[in-house]
Protein backbone atom coordinates (compact mmCIF):
# COMPACT_ATOMS: atom_id res chain seq x y z
CA UNK A 1 0.00 0.00 0.00
CA UNK A 2 1.17 3.22 -0.91
CA UNK A 3 0.99 6.21 1.63
CA UNK A 4 -1.15 9.33 0.89
CA UNK A 5 1.11 12.70 -0.19
CA UNK A 6 0.00 14.27 3.29
CA UNK A 7 1.12 10.83 5.15
CA UNK A 8 4.49 10.79 3.95
CA UNK A 9 4.76 14.95 4.38
CA UNK A 10 3.56 13.68 8.34
CA UNK A 11 6.35 10.82 8.17
CA UNK A 12 8.88 13.12 6.79
CA UNK A 13 8.33 15.94 9.41
CA UNK A 14 8.07 13.49 12.91
CA UNK A 15 11.58 11.65 11.40
CA UNK A 16 12.67 15.02 11.34
CA UNK A 17 11.44 16.24 14.71
CA UNK A 18 12.64 13.19 16.25
CA UNK A 19 16.48 13.72 14.59
CA UNK A 20 16.34 17.71 15.75
CA UNK A 21 15.28 16.29 19.29
CA UNK A 22 18.79 14.70 19.41
CA UNK A 23 20.75 16.97 18.01
CA UNK A 24 22.78 20.10 19.21
CA UNK A 25 21.42 22.90 17.21
CA UNK A 26 24.81 24.45 17.30
CA UNK A 27 26.15 21.79 15.63
CA UNK A 28 23.13 20.84 12.88
CA UNK A 29 24.27 21.14 9.21
CA UNK A 30 21.91 21.21 6.27
CA UNK A 31 21.69 17.35 5.71
CA UNK A 32 20.16 17.37 9.35
CA UNK A 33 16.89 19.29 8.02
CA UNK A 34 16.83 16.95 4.68
CA UNK A 35 13.51 15.37 5.80
CA UNK A 36 12.13 19.17 6.62
CA UNK A 37 13.38 19.92 3.26
CA UNK A 38 12.04 17.07 1.59
CA UNK A 39 8.47 17.78 3.29
CA UNK A 40 8.57 21.35 2.17
CA UNK A 41 9.24 20.63 -1.12
CA UNK A 42 6.43 18.20 -1.49
CA UNK A 43 4.15 20.68 0.04
CA UNK A 44 5.30 23.78 -2.67
CA UNK A 45 4.92 21.02 -5.23
CA UNK A 46 1.16 19.84 -4.70
CA UNK A 47 0.40 22.99 -4.37
CA UNK A 48 1.74 24.44 -7.89
CA UNK A 49 0.54 21.13 -9.37
CA UNK A 50 -3.42 21.46 -7.54
CA UNK A 51 -2.88 25.11 -9.29
CA UNK A 52 -2.05 23.96 -12.44
CA UNK A 53 -4.66 21.02 -12.95
CA UNK A 54 -7.61 24.03 -11.94
CA UNK A 55 -5.93 26.11 -14.63
CA UNK A 56 -4.50 28.84 -13.00
CA UNK A 57 -3.52 31.29 -15.98
CA UNK A 58 -0.06 31.76 -13.94
CA UNK A 59 0.45 28.14 -13.50
CA UNK A 60 3.87 28.12 -15.68
CA UNK A 61 5.42 31.11 -13.43
CA UNK A 62 4.19 28.85 -10.68
CA UNK A 63 6.26 26.15 -11.55
CA UNK A 64 8.94 28.07 -12.93
CA UNK A 65 9.51 29.21 -9.18
CA UNK A 66 9.06 26.15 -7.94
CA UNK A 67 11.67 24.65 -9.99
CA UNK A 68 14.08 27.21 -9.14
CA UNK A 69 16.35 27.28 -6.12
CA UNK A 70 16.41 30.84 -5.54
CA UNK A 71 13.04 31.54 -5.22
CA UNK A 72 12.65 28.49 -2.77
CA UNK A 73 15.13 29.50 -0.38
CA UNK A 74 13.45 32.63 -0.41
CA UNK A 75 10.56 31.00 0.16
CA UNK A 76 11.52 28.80 2.87
CA UNK A 77 12.99 31.53 4.54
CA UNK A 78 9.68 33.33 4.93
CA UNK A 79 8.22 30.22 6.32
CA UNK A 80 11.03 29.15 8.80
CA UNK A 81 10.22 33.06 10.01
CA UNK A 82 7.16 32.66 10.47
CA UNK A 83 7.20 29.33 12.32
CA UNK A 84 9.11 31.15 15.23
CA UNK A 85 11.61 27.79 14.42
CA UNK A 86 15.01 28.22 14.62
CA UNK A 87 17.39 28.39 12.16
CA UNK A 88 19.75 25.92 10.97
CA UNK A 89 23.42 27.51 9.74
CA UNK A 90 25.94 26.11 7.51
Do not use: C
Request: glycine share 4%; proline share 4%.
Amino acid sequence: MKLSISAIIEELREAAQEDADLIDPAVMSMTDSLEWEAADLIEELVAVLEKVAAGDPASAQLVRDALDPKKRVMSGLVRLAKSGQPSIDN
